[in-house]
């Protein structure tokens, strides 16, 4: 029992992560639910939120440090324990061996250790909720000095804050172990015939989002380490002269706050694209399996993965764009940020190119891969607004931001999961999910989100200002009211659509129907091995590489599709 | 099937609610209406290739089933080629036509005759000081300031360049004139936005950061905080009212008047 | 069949090891940046002097490298060891407090983040003591001589940043 707990198979550890994942997606999604009802009900009595929070709700009604608590926690396990963690940690340790041709990882204890240092962050970052004063407030980028000067800018700065840092610094650690691993797997472990070239794209997509991650959690690791000791150790890296918090006049001198802005960004805006490559990959090989089409233009999305990647590190000024940054640096920033769509554009438009001409199967993990290129769209193309710096002098901060980025790194990527669980499942678990329900609640999910972030687009542009825990001191956002009624009950729908996804999960581990090898006529490797594989994956088996990844419908075959695996030479 | 239709329906009203009205509030600055300009432009640029992505979705969806063989092809360099340079000169081409409108903000100076005040953001309340009539401020000194007492600046009641400094809560101007503000922090980051003119810039303790603009009708406009301050970010409130030049005069000489009288 | 009994390609550690270095050198970059960014803000940058101790413990990782070169595991563990008990040393006799200043605290920082990763590979040297695998040799020089290389740019960064 311990040894399967403990496992260093990665297949274990890739539902681990899974699960893990999981779990803190209803624990987020849970929190938004909240958020969303009490911007719509700030005066209602809610009991639950007594029963859950019986100081910060006392009465069943939210106090404002409780909203932006519960705001901060969103964010933070959405974009660390879940996006982070679910596509790559997740999807990416079970498949990346298998679909090179490896038994496991290149070094299968550090990835255990991996996932038990991320569980252990999880933890703490959840044990924030019980620390004295509660979970910090300051969002989920932890701007200082309303993060570096402890509980006097507000509850939750004190020792939630501290345990916010060192979740996030475990977090960082292990995504740095992950990282060492995925790319040395790659490189190093890769069958006979699997040239780079006839790598999927998923592999690609790991492999690429491992190195941003490597250099990405490495500053993220230095600016925690830095926040740290402006609040414990009287440091000031970040902390500047002058300071009169809540009456108190503080000894720091020479800091700035926006040291720890260029820092947490240079994570963060790549951090965005750790997100979302991961999907770009799974959704391409299922657009390209499910339109009986090779993907189009191959190349191209693996330099459009690469320029992402690298020009990803260059853009992180464009967040602070109305910071005080000199301008002449948010002009530069800019002219990058607007680059950097050009390969995102590349995508949409070759996944396009994939279906154009092909004979399409409406599976459920199809239909998430469809809608994944519609959000990635809408989300995407705002971003040519937000890339100005003269458009972001009104809509910083705004409720457009939260329209654009949950469309392009939240919906986009969970989407791509969904899509991932849909099409992964029966290799990962050996029985079917069933595809009615799945599309019901693909097409529940598919309007209701589009219902919750477009109006936030249109309140973003009449002004609404992000992170406010209601909106009854402004007279222009009275105005406004109708617009979140309709984003509050559009993300109530959305969320109950979610318990379908769970009954159907949980049923169909147990009763779902019996899996073939190959359900989808797939071609890469993880499809030519039983479902669920065995320990090693290929039973001992040499597995050679004889053909691409995407050989569908060639001319002159009888059948539509050809299997990477092969015997005889590669 | 289904999802085609359903993505150009949605698609359909995401457009109609982007035009449905101007989401906007009225523009009161020159800056204001070249920025909505330059909006309506990357909003007609943004949403051709927005309902064009959709459409095409669309379409490929509809004729999921029209063959019985896929046709195959593995890209086309040339199309390839054709809509990367495409995209690429779309997005900078907005950036570069953007960009003065950007500059005239940052990069701009203010005109002889411009107005100086003061901006002071702290833990939820903003305050506002100007110079009076000798144009200097009281230096400051941390230890004296005392908000209960009016001094939220910390002005030091020993210099006397600080006895015609007048301190609102909030900010006044005259109309048509250049307004140079200077925003000042003391606790955490705040935000300095106005919606009516377009503006926003971040308040940093440690730094001080100018604003320029010049607003042209009269009115009073909300200031709503915009950068996460701590549990009352919401109610972090005031407002501009901008005044006709000649109202603007009579209510700095009735605030002087009250000054000397105290 | 156990996973960690699986016979892998030796030069697998090493680029993992090669690996574990990116990461390494990004999170000395990321601090070196800071600390160049923080001194251009200039105003409070006051001047420290380095402890003497630290030349002596440079000599002392050079020769901790010469011996993972030759492959004497305990004697380089050992020389790591002396190091680190080395940079204790210079932490004590440091004259400034952490929060007295940023180039004191860049001191402690720099040095510290160091020497936890000089403690962790001391730590692989002595698993490494009595057998080494195919593989671990490689990893260690890798490993080592980037902690070696790291203290190089530490020690200039310090001495850049001593006033």
Partial sequence: MLGRIFSTDHKVIGKQYYFLGLASVLIGLALSVFMRLHLIYPDQKVKLFEWLWPVGAAGGIMTPELYLSIMTMHGTLMVFFVLTTVP???????????QIGASDMAFPRLNALSFWITLTALLVLLGAFFAPGGAPLGGWTAYPPLSAVGQIAGPGQGDGMDMWILSVALFSIASLLTSINFIATVIEL????????????????WFTTAIISLLAFAVLLAAGLLLLLDRWGGTSFFLPAGLVVSDRALNHSGGSPLLWQHLFWFFGHPE???????????????????????????????????????????VWGHHMFISGMSPYSAIAFSVLTLTVG????????????????????????MLFALGFVSVFVAGGITGVFLGQPAMDLYLHDTYFVVGHFHLIMGVAAVFAMFAGTYYWFPKMFGRMMNETLGKIHFYITFLGVYGIFVPMHVAGLAGNPRRYPDFKEFEFLSDLTWIHTFISHSSF????AQLLFLFNLFWSLWRGARASVNPWEATTLEWSVPSPPPHDNFGGAAVTVVRGAYEFSVPGRESDFAMQAGEGTP | MLLGILIWAVAAITAALFLARSWFPAAISEHARAFDTQFHLTLAMTGAMFLLAQLLL????????????????EGNTRWEIAWTLATAALFLGAMAWSTPVFTAVHLGRPRPGALRVEALAKQFSWNFRYPGPDGRYARLDLKQINDAGGNPFGADERDSAGKDDIVTAALRIPAGRDVELILRGRDVIHNFFVRELRLKQDVVPGMLIPLRFRADVPGTYEVACSELCGLGHHLMRTVVIVMPPGEFAAWERDAQAQLRQE | MSATARTLPARVAATGAMLASGAMVTLFSALASALVIRRGLGGDWTAVALPDVVWLNTAVLAASGVAVEKRRWGAAALLGTVFLAGQATAWRSFTADLASGPAAAFFYVLTGVHGVHVLGGVAALLVNWKRAAPGSVAAMRIYWHTLGGLWMVVLCLLLWARG
């Fill in chain 1, 493 to 496: 729908t959305v969320a109950a």
């Fill in chain 2, 58 to 73: 669309g379409i490929a969806i509809l004729r999921a089933r029209r063959r019985t063989k896929a046709e195959y092809s």
């Fill in chain 1, 190 to 205: 890769r069958v006979p015939g699997m040239t780079l070239d006839r790598m999927p794209l998923t592999v690609w997509a």
């Fill in chain 1, 272 to 314: 965005v694209y750790i997100a979302i490559l991961p999907g770009m990959g799974l959704v391409s090989t299922i657009l390209s399996v499910n339109a009986r089409r090779p993907v189009f233009g191959y190349k191209a999305m693996v330099g459009a993965m690469l320029t992402i990647a690298f020009l990803g590190f260059a």
């Fill in chain 1, 342 to 365: 050009v390969p995102s554009a590349i995508k949409t438009f070759n996944w396009l190119g994939t279906l154009w001409g092909g004979r399409l199967r409406l599976n459920v993990a």
């Fill in chain 1, 88 to 98: 790559q940690g997740g999807f990416g340790n079970y498949f990346l061996p298998i």
